[in-house]
DNA sequence: GTTAGCACTCTTTGTGTGCGAGTGCTAACT
DNA sequence: AGTTAGCACTCGCACACAAAGAGTGCTAAC
């Protein structure tokens, strides 16, 4: 990486700031004002075209002003920008908000997600705490008419997961002790990833006559247990992909991205570093080469669960971004944990 | 409503479903063709220019073709058109798939929604089953850890919700039986509509040194009886805004009103006919003007319970999509009367 | 290394022209 | 009276061209 001189890097600083302010180029006079007028437009100019042949400038075309190339916006993300600080009542606005779902791990995140959108006016994605080395930690099965029943599977790392069954004979006292007496023998205590439907069928065939009453029961832990492991992705705030002129274009394109789930599951399940920025080109996909995704990760206990983050265009306002979503992750994660430790 | 010639009705007819299937303008030589040239095109323009005048066709401008209006839309749907029967594996596969929800009318509805989208490529929006009339059938408390437990209502017209509770006291069998006593003694019977949070205040008044441990989990409930009567909308396929070109000018704000919330339950919960069309400005809200909605009731016993259908642009195949929305307004209206009456 | 001055480039906006599609009207026909 | 052929007309679209404006790149001087 070449070094920059001071007063590039303040040249390049000023360029990036505006640019991500107004959406306009910024041409050499402003920012001649903006330094007030210590140095002339023409040296500028000079610098500004250094920056372009190093890369970190563009021009969209030769008589307009410059905006940060991709290269330039993550100079400054890494070198240039500091990060605003979080006001104590935005803090607590979000905490407070997001405290009343803490029992509720899917709920909770899907929350954050439609906070996370309204705070960036960019589309949020999070996924549920997921972990496929979860322990089933106990399951419920609550009655609620003579033929349907809600299965309840409580996991470690928070995970909380439900689904109602329909049985075609009625579901008695008789039956629920079978399927307690199934889960302390078979499911309790054991990793989410052994629970399989092969694993279902060998557990069925020692059932005897029961096979026919209990399957759909045990099919149902098997499915939950399936969704203890899978990433559960919500999308929030979409309308605001046209909030943003610059991705309009790629409008079509992106909606069609956001949708087709398994490419977005796989970005928000890949990024390695805690916190990842990835701007245009950077990203994996090429339907994301105009916009940037900012991600971070959230833990429950020492445990990565699951990630919370913005897609947006590159033109963002990394400065606040990026500790707005630093800052909601480490939430996530305490109100999780702490749920967690509390039992 | 002024009488129509049949041949006017044939040309209004063959218009609409050209420019329903093209979207480009119509012109007299083309309808002249598809009328295996039995008169001619003056004679059709002749009928064209008195269709002007009727208001039932407009011209995007002098040159070029007729393309139905609004009010020829509706006398195409009201008078002309013939509409499609849904093939029988058609029916099948969207019953099959519905049929695994059954169980969880919130979840049902969300994918109903789904598929309406994916079967429509329009914005689909449907509605829980809600009911203010509806009486509390039983409610289960389920302890998941030391502090939180889940509590599950279920209520007539098929409705079942849930939530999570947090207490600052451990969860005992104790506190279990008293939750079950009051709701034995307050709650159960009764209509949703009863349980509000001063009635609760009231109920607290009456437990003596029990109300701390107890009011989170009464306040649950109170909040649950208000899930049950509150309209709970799912939007889904919003991409599809995208698909068409003639919603692209109003796709901001389209979207924006489909995130407002409250316009888009009133307009779901307000309709009176089973199956609703409002094409164009017929619909209450501007930002529609350019659109039209789609709606079907759907009934759980004998009461309407909630509503699915979708907005689309007013260029829309009616002959498939009113049938194909009453099919699937059935089929939710059938799984869920079926479920509530094997209880 | 910095600056003033100026020609140059490129977008934007407005205007004019030709082309094509489809109409509206008139006069003739059945 | 209803239908038809013929033709002038209108309008949108595509393209070209010119003028204005913004900002640059370069050169020569400081």
């Not at 505006?18 to 007028?37: D, F, H, L, W």
């Not at 149902?220 to 399936?226: F, S, W, Y």
């Not at 890949?270 to 994996?284: F, M, Q, R, Y």
């Amino acid at each position: 990486m070449a070094q920059l001189t001071e007063r590039k890097q303040l040249i390049l600083a000023i360029i990036t700031e505006r640019y991500i302010a107004t959406g306009e180029p910024v041409g050499s006079k402003a920012i001649c004002a903006q330094m007030g007028n210590a140095i002339s437009s023409a040296t500028i100019r000079n610098d500004m075209a250094d920056l372009v042949e190093m890369g970190y400038l563009a021009q969209p075309h030769t008589s307009a002003g410059r905006i940060p190339s991709q290269a330039g916006y993550r100079y400054y993300v890494d070198n240039l920008m500091t990060n605003y600080e979080l006001g104590i009542d935005e803090q607590a606005r979000i905490k407070i908000w997001l405290q009343s779902f803490s029992g509720e791990p899917d709920k909770l995140l899907e929350k954050a997600g439609s906070i996370l959108a309204e705070l960036t006016n960019c589309v949020a994605v999070s996924t549920s705490p997921s972990d496929a080395e979860a322990i089933i930690k106990r399951i419920e099965l609550v009655p609620l008419s003579k033929n349907t029943a809600m299965i309840v599977l409580l996991a470690t790392s928070g995970i909380l997961k439900s689904a109602v069954v329909r049985s075609d004979t009625e579901i008695n006292v008789d039956i629920a002790e079978v399927f307690y007496n199934i889960c302390q023998t078979y499911f309790n205590g054991r990793n989410v990833s052994d629970i399989s439907i092969p694993f279902i069928q060998t557990l069925v065939a020692s059932l005897g006559d029961k096979v026919f009453i209990m399957s759909p029961f045990l099919c149902a832990v098997a499915d939950l247990c399936e969704a203890v492991k899978n990433t559960e992705v919500h999308l929030k705030g979409q309308n605001n992909i046209l909030n943003h002129p610059e991705l309009s274009e790629d409008a079509f394109g992106l909606m069609g991205f956001l949708h087709r789930g398994t490419p977005l599951e796989n970005m928000l399940t890949s990024h390695k570093n805690p916190l990842n920025v990835a701007i245009g080109t950077e990203n994996t996909y090429r339907e994301l080469k105009n916009s940037t995704t900012i991600f971070s990760k959230y833990s429950v206990g020492d445990r990565d669960s699951g990630s919370i983050g913005i897609i947006g265009p590159t033109r963002l306002d990394y400065a606040h971004l990026i500790p707005t979503i630093r800052y909601l992750a480490g939430v996530i994660g305490s109100l999780l944990t702490e749920t967690l430790d509390n039992e």
